[in-house]
């Protein structure tokens, strides 16, 4: 479900999800974000084996985005991100063109650059 991976020296990680990300699982990944909060200043979120999301997936993804920003730190999806993510993200109406207003470094994880119409 989820995996985190650190560089200490860097103050980094890599927290890749797998797997259904679904309301029957999500609360699963909720303290491995937390960790990876606590443990690391840059957060990279790879979604490659990703096979179902739906829409508390999308909303722990965003609390946990708002959470960097309130702590001084930065949280990215990965550059590849599954065309079914980006569906429910659309459908559920998370796509933006530009952040919210916590989005003070412009890293808003919805503004994307691939249409997924």
């Not at 569906?87 to 003070?104: H, I, P, S, V």
């Amino acid at each position: 479900m989820a995996q985190l991976t650190f560089d200490d020296s860097k103050k980094s990680c890599e927290l890749s999800l797998d797997g259904d990300l679904t309301i029957r699982s999500i609360t699963d990944a909720k303290p491995v974000f937390v960790e990876a909060l606590i443990r690391a200043d840059r957060i990279a979120i790879n979604l490659d084996k990703i096979a179902e999301v739906d829409l508390s997936c999308l909303q722990l993804l965003c609390s946990a985005h708002r959470a960097s920003v309130g702590l001084g730190k930065h949280i990215t999806l990965s550059p590849h991100v599954p065309e079914s993510f980006k569906e429910t993200a659309r459908k559920a109406g998370y796509l933006r063109t530009k952040g919210c207003a916590f989005d003070k470094d412009a890293a808003c994880l919805w503004i994307m650059q691939e249409d997924c119409s």
